[in-house]
């Protein structure tokens, strides 16, 4: 149970993304991007390893050309999935990937294996980090988004990977709802609006109905496999299939040219927005380089089926919400890769209408994960998201078919259950499959997890009467239960993840990250303080200058031995002598500081009438 | 503001002891009431048990209701509090699902008022699964050949069908309305009621299957 | 935990699918449906002069339990005789079997199917 108050109540806003992650805050003005010193806010969502350090962000990215096999990127494109979904991303990763425990992958670097939680965990707890240093306060719960169409295994990950880092993930929310929230915010019409929303991995398109404050989701779809990275595929396959038939069909590209090759494409497809072509050189090494300039209607003709794909994903959500390109007035459009020009022009074709640039498609999402933040937190009262689930939910049935108990774009939270039978007299356990999915058939379906319903008491075929229970809260996650009721025996319940983590192994991981987190604590701690006490110093050191005459030679001498101590407490590596250091340094300089106050005070007040000053 | 339902006495809210316009949650103190979680739609909704509500009027209770009981603004109470809400909500959901479809909320309506489930009464208009099973046997052939104009055709058919059943159901309810203080008229209705519904749960499967053939190119 | 060998294989390989001539006399047609789910089922009898049952052949468009449960009804049918036909069951006994479940009208809708082609080929041979 816990007692909160308000002042504990700051929730960080996190965008976890395929290419860069940033975060956000409520603030009484609005929700505000978190910054560093130099006013960044995108952090490349990239992992480097490097000399046993391990480093995040444009530091990281800045090791993937000489160190393709040790920088991870596009862990997002991992999480909750088994090596078969991953083949096609596979082939151009640069990295290794390498199947893990429960039909999950890990990312095989520097001989230890890692999974995708703990990789974005690493993300996370730099995230974290940085918004406590621009803050000067600790985080410890967050709102993390994801996409919506994102699969319970998906989120469960994602849940995970935040506990990793340290964070009690109050909610998990959707890309484009997050982004509806920040784009609707100061808007007081009721409305309809479509969120589409091209990241570098991802696709999803949500239909919302907004009015008085309330923003309904009426439908989403989408596709996790399918982004910015999908297009700069395109283009390093059309590079690397030239490259062969011009060196050689044998030709092989190892990990170095395979970054490279990515490098290129993604900064040809960003030129390609704004310029009508734009030249590749490859130096492929023994004098062989490989020149060539991509027009942007070849690129289109690359990316056509993409973007046609994503159409379709419209053209579906707007079915299921019951409604026409007519009824939507306001398309959204969200995430980097709605940067690309034929991206606009096709939705606006769809859509018959301009679409919406006007957010900055790299903070939206952030900003409205701190606007539920901020409704989680009870500072904002006004506001109400009702998100709904984007894939059917239900169970395996005899003959492998799947007996639905929600249906896509319910509205979460969300209850279902339904009663079923056995197939053979005397059959004693049921098996429950759970599944995630549109298809008809079970094999077709994502499988979320499987548990045996165990001590039904022998009865006909027919009689046993088996009541399933899902239960899918505000996150999307789902609890099923199962029990037997005309027996009236509670069953024994075990589910087993399909494409996840167990308790026990978060838990161990949430141990050894606990262990590092505190060293990292302590590491950030120390630069905080190093670079305190360094003004401290240069402040001391100018007041001595402009007024050291002030101080008796007994106060004098006071001062220099705790300016001494701290020069020598500083250069090591006890934090709390540190701090006690520049207490001691701060009080000796009182007579110093009351001294400049005193001048101060006389220049401008002392011996000036009342009325004067 | 709306009718009260022909429900027993208004509860009273167990915090500030107002009465409550639905079991959901307090108008004055908006506390959580202990049989949201259980009440039927209807009265969950605060609406009456009728067939023809005005849905604009649904969706509006259903926003205002889902303001104060939301979990999501009580993520700091305690987690058997948390629990409520969610159940509370969860039920809510459902009800505006239920009573924002003309299909479903005829069928939760009968069985609101005693008329027997699909599962005691599976009885449909004499010939009409003869004429499903053709419609899907067509449909399956349409399929087959790809013939964009006959799945096309057979779309139309049963959406037509489909509005026809739903007008015949909505004037059932309207005499149901009217006649129910007499018991033999009103076993009647139900019994038809019954044989209608189910004949819209076979043409709305078979019209989603259609639909789903029409846009498969899309 | 492994399904039921039988059970499974009839889903995969349904037999008994198709039609015979509803005009003719030895024939039973039983077309029955589930209105909580829409599935509607057709299934027809061939009975021969000494009642029994010769043929038997069904059509459903519905979920993979009633697909299951149809195929299995007709193999069991065939060599049948009219009285018998309407003891289905399912026999066999179910020792730490674990299955899925199956849907609840799923089951019954084979055996009405039966009932409903018996009684059609009875009336019309003014039984």
Not at chain 1, 136 to 152: C, H, K, L, M, N
Not at chain 1, 180 to 189: F, P
Not at chain 2, 25 to 44: K, N, R, W
Not at chain 2, 65 to 73: A, E, I, K, Q, V
Request: with cysteine; hydrophobic share 40%.
């Amino acid at each position: 149970m816990r007692n909160t108050l308000m002042t504990d109540s700051l929730i960080l806003g996190i965008d976890l993304g395929t290419t860069n992650s940033l975060a956000a805050v409520m603030t009484p003005g609005g929700p505000e991007i978190i910054r560093d010193a130099r006013g960044a806010a995108l952090v490349p969502s990239v992992i480097a390893f490097v000399d046993g350090e391990v480093t995040v962000g444009l530091e990281a990215r800045a090791h993937a050309v000489e160190n393709p096999t040790a920088t991870v990127y596009s862990v997002k494109r991992l999480m909750g999935k088994s090596i078969e979904d991953l083949t096609s991303d596979l082939a151009v990763l640069p990295y290794e990937v390498v199947p893990g425990r429960n039909d999950t992958v890990c990312v095989k670097v520097q001989g230890r294996e890692m999974t995708p939680q703990e990789l974005s965990a690493i993300i996370l707890r730099d995230i974290k980090a940085r918004a406590e240093t621009a803050r000067g306060q600790e985080i410890s719960r967050a709102v993390i988004t994801v996409p919506a169409y994102f699969d319970d295994s998906q989120r469960q990950a994602t849940r995970d990977a935040g506990r990793i880092a340290g964070l009690e993930v109050c909610r998990i929310v959707n890309e484009p709802t997050a982004a509806a929230l920040a784009y609707g915010l100061d808007r007081s019409e009721d409305a309809c609006i479509a969120v589409y929303d091209l990241g570098g991995g991802t696709f999803d398109v949500s239909i919302l109905r907004v009015s008085g404050g309330v923003f309904e989701v009426l439908s989403t779809q989408g596709d996790t496999q399918l982004g910015g990275d999908d297009l700069d595929r395109e283009l390093i396959n059309l590079l690397t299939g030239e490259i062969r038939r011009e060196f050689g069909e044998e030709l092989t590209f190892p990990p170095a040219t395979r970054q490279a090759l990515r490098t290129f494409a993604e900064a040809t497809k960003v030129r390609l927005s704004t310029e009508s072509d734009a030249t590749v050189e490859v130096d492929l090494g023994a004098g062989r380089l490989f020149r060539r300039t991509i027009t942007r209607d070849e690129f289109e003709s690359l990316a056509v089926r993409w973007i046609d794909h994503t159409i379709e994903h419209c053209a579906r959500a707007l079915r299921d919400a019951g409604l026409g390109p007519k009824d939507i007035d306001q398309v959204v459009m969200v995430g980097g890769s709605t940067r690309v020009p034929m991206v606009c022009r096709k939705t606006g074709e769809f859509f018959g209408r301009e679409p919406y640039t006007a957010v900055n498609p790299d903070e939206v999402v952030a900003l409205g994960a701190a606007v539920q933040a901020g409704i989680l937190a009870g500072i904002k009262r006004d506001t109400l998201l009702l998100d709904v689930t984007p894939l059917s939910l239900g169970i395996e049935t005899l003959g492998g078919a799947v007996g639905k108990l929600i249906m896509r774009n319910s509205t979460v939270p969300c209850q279902a259950t339904e009663t079923f039978s056995t197939y053979v007299d005397g059959q004693t356990a049921v098996d429950i499959h759970v599944l995630q999915g549109e298809r008809e058939l079970a094999k077709d379906c994502r499988s979320l997890g499987k548990f045996q319903l165990t001590g039904v008491p022998p009865m006909p075929a027919g009689a046993p009467r088996v009541q399933v229970t899902f239960l899918l809260d505000a996150n999307g996650i789902l609890d099923v239960s199962a029990r037997e009721l005309r027996s009236g025996q509670a069953a024994s319940v075990q589910i087993t993840p399909a494409h996840g983590l167990t308790r026990d192994e978060v838990d161990s991981m949430v141990r050894d990250s606990y262990a590092r987190a505190v060293e990292d604590l302590n590491a950030h701690r120390l630069i905080d303080l190093r670079n305190e006490s360094a003004r401290i110093l240069a402040a001391i050191e100018k007041a001595i200058e402009t007024a050291g005459d002030v101080l008796t030679p007994q106060q004098r001498q006071t001062l220099d031995a705790a300016v001494g101590d701290l020069k020598t407490k500083r250069e090591g590596e006890d934090c709390d002598a540190v701090y006690e250091a520049m207490g001691a340094a701060n009080d000796a300089a009182m007579p110093l500081t009351r001294a400049q106050m005193d001048d101060v005070l006389s220049k401008t007040i002392k011996g000036r009438k009342m009325d004067e000053v | 503001m709306t009718e009260t339902h022909d429900q027993a006495t208004p509860v009273k809210c167990r915090h500030c002891d107002k009465p409550m316009s639905t079991p959901v949650v307090c108008d004055y103190c908006h506390a959580v009431g202990p049989d949201a979680a259980v009440a039927d739609h209807f009265t969950l909704l605060g609406l009456p048990r009728r067939f023809d509500l005005d849905t604009a009027e649904i969706h509006r209770r259903f926003l205002v209701l889902s303001r104060h009981t939301h979990p999501d603004f009580h993520a700091d109470d305690t987690p058997e509090v948390q629990q409520l809400h969610l159940q509370v909500s969860a039920a809510l959901n459902e009800a505006y699902r239920t009573l924002n479809d003309s299909a479903a909320r005829a069928a939760y309506l009968l069985t609101l008022f005693g008329g027997k489930s699909s599962a005691d009464d599976k009885s449909v208009p004499d010939g009409f699964l003869g004429t499903m099973m053709m419609m899907q046997e067509e449909l399956a052939d349409a399929l087959d050949s790809d013939d964009r104009a006959e799945i096309a055709r057979i779309t139309e058919v049963l959406q037509t069908q489909h509005d026809g059943l739903l007008r015949r159901i909505g004037m059932l309810y309207e005499q149901y309305q009217e006649s129910v203080s007499c018991k033999a008229v009103v076993d009647d209705l139900l019994g038809e009621l019954r044989q209608q519904l189910n004949a819209v749960s076979y043409v709305k499967k078979l019209l989603s299957q259609a639909t789903d053939a029409e846009h498969a190119h899309d | 935990m492994a399904y039921s060998d039988k059970v499974m294989d009839h889903f995969s390989n349904p037999r008994n699918v198709g039609s015979l001539d509803k005009n003719s006399s030895n024939v039973g047609t039983g077309i029955v449906g589930a209105p909580e789910c829409g599935d509607v089922m057709k299934l027809q009898i061939e009975v021969d002069d000494d009642g029994q049952i010769v043929d038997a052949k069904f059509k459903t468009f519905g979920c993979g339990s009633a697909i299951a449960a149809s195929s299995l009804a007709t193999e069991w049918l065939k060599g049948k005789d009219l009285d018998h036909a309407t003891e289905l069951k399912n026999t066999e006994i179910a020792s730490e079997l674990s299955l899925p479940p199956v849907k609840i009208h799923c089951s019954v809708l084979a055996e009405d199917a039966i009932k409903a082609a018996i009684q059609d080929w009875k009336r019309k041979n003014g039984k």
